[in-house]
């Protein structure tokens, strides 16, 4: 996707917004035809990197709007769809079912990535993360 840098000033204010509560770890807008990935997890492996791109473009691609990547402020990860009002191009329906989709697909990584996001910014201890899951 061409620009692979910040989104532009609407979609910026927009993850701002969202970003009050919830720490934004990447996105992408079918307005601009960009994605962004937040420099501050940029410890995460590349490959998961790459994977995260690859959704993020791969459903603004289908089903348009702006599309997020967030962990909120327990650390569970977050899949936003959204667009502007005046889109008359966006079915929420159909994007609710895509999330859905993508967060069953994918539900391992996003596990990881909140473990992730609990050890490295949360600071929990992970011996006892790793206990909770059995």
């Not at 990447?26 to 791109?53: H, T, W």
């Not at 201890?125 to 059995?134: A, C, F, K, N, Q």
Request: hydrophobic content about 40%; some cysteine; overall charge negative.
């Amino acid at each position: 996707m061409p620009g692979d840098d910040y989104l532009n000033e609407r979609e910026a204010a927009w993850a701002e917004k969202r970003s009050m509560n919830e720490s934004v770890l990447c996105g992408a807008s079918a307005y601009d035809m960009k994605f962004y990935f937040n420099p501050d997890f940029s410890a995460i492996p590349q490959s998961v990197q790459d994977e995260l791109r690859i959704i993020c473009v791969l459903f603004t691609q289908e089903a348009g709007g702006v599309f997020l990547v967030v962990f909120d402020p327990d650390g569970e990860v977050s899949l936003i769809a959204d667009a502007d009002e005046e889109d008359i191009t966006y079915d929420h329906v159909s994007a609710g079912l895509l999330v859905s989709e993508i967060r069953r697909k994918r539900e391992d990584m996003f596990r990881s990535l909140s473990l992730y996001y609990r050890v490295k910014v949360l600071k929990e201890d992970p011996s006892i993360l790793l206990t909770e899951d059995d």
